[in-house]
């Protein structure tokens, strides 16, 4: 363990340490490779067509999603026809939960704030049966290159891409859309098992420095949201400042708005916390959920499920 834990900076170790019990297990399973895992495109095939042309790949089913599979033999996946062809997108697990809890429904509207590179863009409009419409939107055009070629490759026809600041976007799309997902851009923490890259470049003045941004992102989904609807917070990292102090500004502002518990049948998540570096966070925050690395052998996740009243204000 000792070696496990020099692979990390003294900080992060200081600082998750005190409110992740089983400390040792999530260290282990940050430094273990991620376990290759797809979901099958309902809009072009079938799981059992899949799992046909996939046999050579050992595909496994997940026991909470039907369309995902584990491929225990997953090496050169990637590189298939069925790939390729946007019969399958190559996923982590937990980057399949925040769409799954959001859960939008045919001919809905939907707005995706942070939409590059498309896996969840691309999972909601499945899910749709390419009906409705999602606004999938990203501020950078070399990640929006990306997120139009994921959406060719898996056959969305109910998308419309569109590049700007999503505080831009909100203000002329003020209580429009059913739903919204804000998977915001973070300090991607949990996507150190799948590269080294995110632990060099880890600092705690970039966790801060996306808490800023996320604070912003939030409340502009609050404000695209029509009363009724439903958004999603999530982020790949464990930092409470992008977590659970991102959603407690939200509910500073929108003192209405409302913190929805759920749960995933097969799929293991904790609750928020209650309290970090002294600031003590409203009761219900604990209904959000983070998702560990070590419960469900995954990327690291957060989620945050959020309705906006009837009755509700901007």
Wanted: net charge positive.
């Amino acid at each position: 363990m000792r070696k496990i834990k020099s692979l990390f900076p003294e900080e992060f170790i200081d600082r998750y340490a005190r409110f992740i019990p089983d400390f040792d297990s999530f260290l282990e399973a940050m430094v273990a490779p991620l376990p290759t895992v797809f979901r099958v495109n309902t809009l072009k095939t079938t799981p059992e067509k899949v799992l046909e042309l996939l046999a050579d790949f050992q595909p496994q089913p997940l026991a909470y999603y039907p369309l995902g599979f584990v491929a225990r033999n997953g090496q050169g996946l990637g590189k298939t026809i069925s790939h390729f062809l946007g019969l399958i997108y190559i996923q982590d697990a937990a980057s399949m939960i925040p769409a799954l809890v959001l859960d939008p429904k045919p001919r809905e509207r939907v707005l995706d704030i942070a939409a590059a590179p498309g896996s969840k863009t691309t999972q909601m409009a499945a899910m749709m049966k390419n009906t409705g419409l999602i606004v999938a939107n990203d501020i950078s055009l070399d990640r929006v290159r990306g997120l139009i070629g994921n959406i060719d490759r898996m056959g969305c026809l109910n998308v419309a891409v569109c590049r700007t600041n999503g505080l831009t976007l909100a203000q002329k799309v003020t209580d429009f859309f059913d739903r919204v997902l804000v998977d915001a851009p973070c300090s991607s923490e949990g996507t150190m098992r799948k590269t080294r890259e995110a632990l060099r470049r880890w600092t705690v003045k970039a966790i801060q420095r996306f808490s800023t941004v996320q604070r912003g992102l939030i409340r502009a989904g609050y404000q695209a949201l029509k009363p009724g609807g439903i958004m999603v917070y999530s982020t790949c990292t464990v930092a409470p400042e992008e977590n659970e102090a991102v959603v407690t500004a939200l509910l500073k502002r929108y003192p209405d708005a409302e913190i929805v518990p759920f749960e995933l049948p097969g799929f293991l998540t904790r609750p928020a916390l209650r309290e970090w570096n002294g600031e003590l966070f409203p009761e219900e925050v604990q209904r959000c959920r983070r998702i560990l690395p070590q419960d469900n052998d995954t990327e690291a996740f957060f989620v945050a499920l959020i309705r906006k009243p009837i009755n509700g204000t901007d």
